[in-house]
């Protein structure tokens, strides 16, 4: 077994010690006021719900976030060692031992296992509640920890402010990656473009043999570009025509003619703009 698992092991039994002694005195101080047993046992239903959920968000935080934040050596030289983190998991029963030792001899049961139950919630208090903040307290001001968490938040920030900059370096060259290939695909397709535009202008004569035409214009486009190649295409002719032939309705013919070439019509032409 790891250090580690030992430690959470003896965290665990000494949390069961101590959840088991509050129960004892709370039990037995309803008992000494003369509460009888079946209203205690029904106060105990309703609420053991509360307790089993409040100790296992207790549990989670101490196994789960031991793990991820476990204190720095360096700006923890005391509480960070293996030394006090088990004296920290085995206070509970330290603080029975003590109390048994006060109240050997006892004849009465009842009274022997009430101080002990006491032994244990003070010295649990005091350690976990008191003593162990307190020390948390002190080795933050040490000069030494002070200086190292400085060095460290210095070291996390200038991380954080590396790989932003590498991030938006990577965006920055994606961008002019992505403009150069728009401005090569353009070169490539204003020569087919002039051509679509010709067929467009004039319709009438020769439709089916315009249609082929289209269409095979719309292949060497996707060709150049893919589909967003087609679209560009579709964009930059219909541009043209609405721009040069004012006096002309203005007919989306290459969306007739490429009806089902390729799926081009896949994505809204909303979205062309950003072609």
Not at 123 to 140: C, K, N
Not at 162 to 169: K, L, N
Not at 211 to 231: F, N, P, T, Y
Request: glycine fraction near 8%; aromatic fraction near 10%; charge should be positive.
């Amino acid at each position: 077994m790891s250090k580690q698992r030992l430690l959470k092991l003896i965290h665990l039994l000494s949390t069961i010690w101590f959840a088991l002694c509050v129960v004892y005195i709370l039990i037995l101080g309803l008992r000494q006021a003369g509460v009888r047993w079946w209203l205690i046992f029904s106060l105990s239903g309703h609420s053991a719900v509360i307790f089993f959920l409040l100790v296992s968000v207790y549990l989670f935080a101490v196994f789960k976030g031991a793990a991820r934040s476990r204190k720095i050596v360096q700006e923890y030289p005391l509480s960070s060692t293996d030394y006090y983190m088990f004296f920290y998991g085995v206070v509970p029963f330290l603080g029975g031992l003590a109390g048994l030792s006060g109240i050997i001899g006892m004849r009465s049961t009842t009274e022997f296992f009430l101080e002990l139950s006491y032994a244990t919630l003070g010295a649990t208090f005091l350690v976990w509640i008191v003593i162990d903040p307190l020390i948390g307290i002190i080795e933050i001001l040490l000069p030494d920890s002070r200086r190292h968490r400085r060095e460290r938040l210095a070291q996390v920030s200038a991380v954080r402010a590396s790989q932003q900059q590498a991030r938006e370096q990577l965006l920055a060259d994606l961008e002019i990656k992505e403009k150069t290939l728009r401005n090569e695909r353009l070169a490539k397709l204003k020569p087919l473009a002039a051509k679509l535009l010709e067929l467009v202008r004039d319709v009438g004569n020769d439709y089916e043999q315009k249609e082929s035409e289209a269409m095979d214009i719309g292949v060497k486009a996707c060709q150049i570009g893919g589909l967003d190649g087609m679209r560009q295409l579709h964009e930059i002719t219909m541009e043209q025509f609405k721009s040069k032939e004012q006096d002309l309705p203005h007919v989306d013919y290459i969306t007739q003619w490429w009806d089902g070439v390729g799926g081009w019509l896949g994505r809204p032409l909303s979205e062309k703009g950003r072609l």
